[in-house]
C-alpha cells in the first residue's frame, strides 16, 4: 500500500494506493483503498481516483521531493554565499580605510599634528627674524 499526501491550493489529499493483481488474466488494477465510513462526513471525503490519473500525481510527488532537496541545497548555498560575501565586504572595506589614513578621528589627530608642528615652526623662525 502506497500512502501520497498532495497539496493542492492550500488544500491536503491524502491518498492511500493499493496495487492488485488479478490472477485469472493478469491484469494489474489500481484502485484507491477505501476505508469503511464510520459516518456520514468519512463518506462525504473518500473519492475515486482512476488508475490512470494516478501515475501523474505520483510523478508530480516524486518531482516535488527532488525541488525540496534541490531547493534545500540552493538555501544552504545561499547562506555559505553571504557569509563568505560579508566577510568579502569586511576586508575591503578594511583595505580602504588603510589606504585612506585610517579612521577618520586618525586622520584628524595627523593633520592637527603636523598643523601644530607648522605653528610652531613658523614662531619660531619669525621670532628669530626679529
Given at each position: ?10 488544500v ?26 464510520d ?12 488508475g ?12 516535488c ?9 540552493a ?5 555559505d554565499e ?12 578594511h ?5 585612506r ?26 621670532k628669530s627674524?626679529?
Amino acid at each position: 500500500m502506497c500512502k501520497c499526501l498532495f497539496l493542492y491550493e492550500n488544500v491536503q489529499i491524502l491518498i492511500f494506493v493499493q496495487i492488485r493483481t488479478n490472477v485469472k488474466n493478469d491484469v494489474n488494477s489500481q484502485y484507491l483503498n477505501p476505508k469503511p465510513a464510520d459516518n456520514a462526513k468519512q463518506a462525504e471525503t473518500q473519492a475515486v481516483i482512476p488508475g490512470e490519473d494516478l501515475k501523474p500525481l505520483y510523478d508530480f510527488t516524486i518531482d516535488c521531493k527532488a525541488c525540496q532537496s534541490k531547493l534545500t541545497a540552493a538555501q544552504a548555498d545561499l547562506t555559505d554565499e553571504k557569509t563568505k560575501t560579508a566577510a568579502l565586504t569586511k576586508q575591503r572595506n578594511h583595505a580602504l580605510q588603510i589606504a585612506r589614513g585610517g579612521s577618520p578621528f586618525r586622520r584628524i589627530g595627523r593633520a592637527a599634528k603636523w598643523f601644530l608642528i607648522g605653528a610652531a615652526a613658523g614662531a619660531i623662525a619669525a621670532k628669530s627674524a626679529h
